[in-house]
């Protein structure tokens, strides 16, 4: 429950700026206030004002998703979910309510529904097509502990697709007990990359797109590569078990050195 409590304070701390105040909006004072007792740590003094305004404006995304939010951090995991759903209707484009609906089930371990609100996100992404959409959709795809001792937040994400393909990349981020960062891998396809890297002779002409890699740390100089764990040769993209395999089997080797 901790991780997904930090995972929830990050995610309230990715929307916390207001959208700009329209014309007969004066609601927005009052939400913003709710935003800012819920940064402070006053879950409570914010589910107030939330119960409030979800009372007057029922049927606005905004309020709803931070009730949501809100909800989610204070352990309500039913009353969040249920807001969850509701802005599936109220805002369907904006993938984030659904990525957050996705690391709550699986914070509580409905893994049932998890899958099958993935598999929705995933048909709506499609549909979606060359829509204007809010941004890419990512979301939680599992949490998991190798060796016991490294904890690994995966996710997977869908880059914009203009024919309506539906390609995962995946990220991992481990961290130790402690939880200090350890390593952050991106399993991706980049055309720049890739060319570059049969330029230097490191890779065969016939290889693939995708990858795997080690991202530079956060501290690293500006322009810093990333370490080349995997290529994968084809069209094809890599599953998600073939990623997670190899991220595994790479802090396995670094545990033991």
């Known amino acids: 429950m901790a991780l997904f409590l930090a995972i929830a304070v990050w995610l309230l701390g990715i929307c916390s700026v207001a959208p700009v105040k329209a014309a007969g909006e004066t609601w927005r004072g009052e939400l913003d206030q709710a935003i800012e007792l819920a940064v402070a740590g006053d879950l409570d003094g ?9 009372g007057e404006h029922p049927d606005e995304p905004d309020i709803v998703r931070r009730t949501a939010q809100v909800l989610a951090r204070s352990g309500k ?10 802005l599936k209707q109220l ?15 699986l914070s509580v371990g409905a893994v049932e529904r998890y899958e099958k ?24 795809r ?17 880059p914009n697709s203009r024919d309506g393909t539906v390609t ?23 055309s720049e990359k890739t060319a570059k890297l049969k330029k230097n002779g490191k890779i065969a ?7 795997l890699e080690l991202q530079p740390a956060p501290q690293s100089a500006e322009g ?31 545990l033991k050195s």
């Open 142 to 158: 599992e949490l998991f502990v190798v060796d016991k001792r490294i904890k690994v937040d995966a996710f997977e994400f869908y």
């Open 168 to 190: 995962p990349y995946y990220f991992f981020i481990s961290t130790g007990s402690d939880g200090e960062l350890k390593g952050q891998f991106l399993m991706a396809a980049d």
């Open 205 to 211: 002409e016939s290889d693939g797109g995708y990858y």
């Open 91 to 105: 805002s369907p484009d904006t993938f984030t309510d659904r990525e957050q609906l996705l690391v709550l089930l």
């Open 46 to 54: 914010s589910l107030v004002i939330l119960a409030r305004l979800e």
């Open 77 to 86: 995991t039913a009353k969040a979910s249920e807001r969850f759903q509701r």
């Open 117 to 140: 609100e993935r598999q929705e996100l995933l048909a709506a992404v499609k549909a979606a097509g060359d829509r204007q959409v809010t941004r890419s959709p990512s979301f939680v």
């Open 224 to 254: 810093a590569e990333g370490q080349l764990i995997a290529l994968f040769p084809g069209a094809r993209p890599p599953t998600y078990e073939q990623a997670r395999e190899l991220v595994v089997s790479f802090i396995l080797e670094r």
